[in-house]
């Protein structure tokens, strides 16, 4: 009687669990349903966003609601980010989404290591910032703790993925704008 009992109180869980994410998933919003807030602030997302997922809608519709806390020049950061987004492929996307995770899990020396190679680069003139970017790039290493072969980069780098330093309000705003979804999600 017992075991039964347990039993049922487990599945209660279980189906109030699914529930909950079921709700949490439901249908998001088409372009015409958003309301002017979340239209300013998606717009470079507009073309794309009858096409996106029910998930990923929920994610960048979060984003929007951050966005009216953010100062304006971090608001036009955000959405020269979304436009990047936009335009990379679904290739590109999902390259950027496994440099992101790796960043994200990369021990903290490292991190504080590519924090002031970023401070470093920002001092530089313009001259040798154009000089630095005019190089192919080829490779860019984050390795999450043991040693993990980099992702090979195409020769040109999307600002996207390169600008933005690991502890900074700009790198948390590009992990805003770039939700990691599982990989069926690339759009």
Do not use: F, H
Not at 54 to 81: C, F, H, N, T, V
Not at 115 to 121: D, G, I, L, P, V
């Amino acid at each position: 009687m017992a075991g039964c009992r347990r039993l049922v109180t487990a599945l209660i869980l279980l189906l109030a669990a699914l529930s909950v994410q079921a709700q949490s998933l439901a249908q998001q919003p088409v372009w015409s349903q958003l309301n002017a807030q979340q239209r300013t602030a998606l717009a470079p997302l507009s073309s794309e966003w009858n096409s996106m997922s029910d998930a990923r809608r929920q994610k960048w519709l979060g984003i929007a609601r951050r966005y009216a806390s953010l100062s304006p020049i971090e608001q036009a950061r955000m959405q020269d980010r979304m436009r990047e987004w936009v335009a990379l492929t679904p290739a590109q996307r999902e390259l950027a989404r496994t440099q992101y995770k790796k960043l994200r899990s990369a021990p903290a020396a490292q991190k504080v290591e590519l924090e002031r190679k970023w401070q470093e680069y920002e001092a530089l003139s313009s001259e040798e910032k154009q000089r630095l970017q005019a190089k192919p790039v080829t490779r860019i290493t984050v390795s999450a703790g043991a040693s993990q072969p980099a992702a090979p980069y195409a020769t040109t780098v999307p600002k996207l993925l390169i600008q933005a330093p690991p502890s900074t309000k700009s790198a948390r705003a590009l992990a805003a704008v770039s939700p990691v979804p599982s990989s069926d999600q690339s759009r």
